[in-house]
């Protein structure tokens, strides 16, 4: 009996699980729970593409992969380099001279972001660390001369943020990609000699927490063998309690396969999906990379920011806001103003959105939208739009006595994204609090303020309406109620 005892122990212990370089085991691994508690990571554009810095990382495949090549591209090489120059000569160029990766961290540190996760290797297949698999393509062989992404990771790290690496399956223009892909895939020169060694190494060498896949999908996983390196990853790896995945692993997993769900760039569920996931999107809306000639109206403001942050994690997702640096190491002030800005915001508001779940009801469309979260008993409604008067009517909420203490609101944060005026309406909430037998009372406070608000009952089982106060004026134009269950 105790043996059979001690197998059911090992059999339901997570630490015990082996997991099979197949999909269907893979899949059933659960997700590490700081991951889904983070909300908020930074990603990190970063490469010799930063040199031309125009169009996008994409500038090489642009300017020489693709066929016509994007005129743009082509004019903008001709009217400022001399005819011959080939793209590997930016690497030179690459030099990061004003890279400080503490300011870097302290940046991402005060975006209220609690990962950040940094191109290793983009399309173009120059590593940020000196890999042994590309030599003289990488960033302490050439330009920076530099371990760029060890010493961020290791700034990162000392802010108590968890460390993740970007890297791309497939490289434009190697060598042994291509003789691969004109193979139709069926042989894996590629995969043997450079993707999986330089992989392993990464992990190893740099423990990422987060490995953001991409550069997938021309060929399918089995050429890729990414099941054999996520078993590994899973099983075997220095991370593998913590570290968690993307769904980019091969022609057809997105959506379906992996650790956290990223479906596409820029992905916006209309519901909420079953399986966590990640938004991932970009200040520069026309760029992951730095771009010498972005303009203002093509940047994401703070409360355009925000209104993604509160609506992503709503749905159950996370939010991964991405900068592109200079090639000289520094990260422009207008990015640097935007996670300020969120982090800001987020030190009054941040408990309506980290290690929060999705509530019962996500979204509420009354007079403005209403987005919902939940944390245990407590539940957040936050407020994306200006409510039209001076008062805030939410009609989810119960707040009748027959309603069952689990199912009340003790806790309520509301995000205006407007400014109102209120100071109406006490006398209707002496009343109420002088009916204590009749209905649970509710103390209804802005956040960072003790004072407490009026409020008043909308329906006999449910709804309440808060009055307003008069709100300061925050760069975010957003702002918070918290509402407190009492007898």
Known sequence: MAAVILLLVALASPAAARYTPDWASLDGRPLPSWYDEAKLGIFVHWGVFSVPGFDSEWFWWHWQGQQPPDPKCVSYMSKNYPPGFSYPEFAPHFRAQFFNPEEWADIFKA???????????????????????????NSV?????????????????NRSLHYGLYNSLYEWFNPLYLEDKKNGFKTQKFVMQKLLPELYNMVVRYRPEVIWSDGDWEAPDTYWNSTQFLAWLYNDSPVK??????DRWGAGCACKHGGFYNCEDKYTP??????????????????????????????????AIVYDLVSTVALGGNYLLNVGPTADGTIPPVFEERLRGLGAWLETNGEAIFATTPWRVQLENTTVPVWYTSKGPTVYAIITARPPTSTLKLSIPKTSAATKVKDIFTVLSVVLLERV?????????????????????????LLGSPSPLPWAPVYPNAGLTVLLPELPSTAAQAWALKLDAVQ
């Open 111 to 137: 975006s209220g972001a609690k990962y950040v996760v940094l191109t290793a290797k983009h399309h173009e297949g120059f590593t940020n660390w000196r890999s042994p698999y590309s030599w003289n393509w």
């Open 270 to 303: 209309g519901q909420l999906p079953k399986h966590k996931w990640e938004k991932c999107t970009s200040v520069d809306t026309l760029s992951w990379g730095y771009r010498r000639n972005m303009k203002l109206q093509e940047l994401m403001d703070l409360p």
């Open 421 to 445: 005026d209120v100071n109406k309406f006490r006398s209707k909430n002496v009343k109420m609090k002088r009916n204590k037998q009749k209905m649970f009372l509710f103390q209804v406070t």
């Open 141 to 157: 062989d050439t330009g920076p001369y530099r371990d760029l992404v060890g010493e961020l990771g290791d700034a990162v790290r």
């Open 241 to 246: 309690d913590a570290v968690v995945t993307n």
